[in-house]
């Protein structure tokens, strides 16, 4: 079983971290032929900035269009970079101090993570718009997250398991001791945890969840709305003009 889980890891790990360099590069290097941020739209870049940042960090669209879902959808996210922080414990030694102290905040954000893919999943499911124009992958996806998520409370609240083997066991993979892994513990909760992680970033590159690069690259959203000063005219325009011109 530890070897198994070893080689899933490396593989999941390998195929996360091409995959979605891959799509950011292919975010990139799509031209975008037309000027079109949604409006009011910021006039400078650094305009610009600050509107993505609010996106990012505050969701402020959806807050404007719904609230509810705002809510549900901020108590995911930031629950789950509270959580995520807190496991940085496992790959790091010795571990730094803000991360110590981040531990109790890690442990019960939990909830509010999966409190809010409750309410996210139960608006696909309730919501007749949004379940109309829902494909079996936007179930699984949120599905997939609650298995992780309850998987992780179970091992946090109701059966423990051996934290420090563990943390051996995930240095050893980090430090590419190939096939002199330490044990991994044969922990129901944390096979299934390690599984569906697994599963998550193997599918990461795939799936919708590139939302969270590609709001960046997003044109409604980082685009100055300077049409009138400046004509808008895409990288492929432009060497096709040049092109038929010599």
């Not at 292919?26 to 006039?43: F, N």
């Not at 996106?55 to 970079?81: C, D, P, Y």
């Not at 919501?127 to 936007?138: K, M, T």
């Not at 190939?178 to 044990?183: A, D, G, S, T, V």
Request: proline residues 6%; glycine residues 4%.
């Amino acid at each position: 079983m530890t070897t198994l889980y070893a080689i899933l890891l490396y593989v999941a790990t390998l195929i996360f971290v091409l995959g979605l360099a891959y799509r950011i590069y292919e975010y990139a290097s799509v031209p975008a032929p037309l000027k079109i941020p949604t409006m009011p739209a910021p006039l400078t870049r650094s305009g610009v900035v600050l509107r993505i940042l609010s996106e990012v960090v505050l969701f402020q669209s959806l807050f404007r269009s719904n609230k509810w879902i705002w809510l549900f959808g901020v108590m995911f996210h930031l629950a789950l970079w509270v959580v995520l922080l807190r496991h940085l414990r496992y790959f790091i030694e010795p571990v730094w101090t803000w991360v110590v102290l981040v531990q109790p905040f890690g442990k019960y954000a939990s909830f509010f993570l999966f409190i809010g893919l409750v309410g996210l999943l139960t608006r696909r499911i309730v919501v007749e718009r949004i379940r109309y124009i829902s494909n079996p992958s936007d179930y699984l996806m949120l599905i997939l997250l609650l298995v992780i998520g309850s998987s992780g409370m179970m091992m946090t609240f109701v059966k423990h398991t051996d934290i420090v083997q563990f943390k051996a066991f995930i240095l050893s993979v980090v430090h590419l001791k190939l096939f002199h892994w330490q044990p991994l513990p044969l922990n129901a909760p944390l096979l299934i945890h390690l599984a569906a992680v697994i599963t998550l970033m193997i599918i990461f590159p795939f799936s919708k969840l590139l939302h969270a690069p590609g709001v960046f690259f997003s044109p409604t959203r980082n685009q100055v709305d300077n049409s009138r000063e400046q004509r808008h005219v895409a990288r492929w325009a432009i060497e096709k003009f040049e092109t038929s011109s010599r």
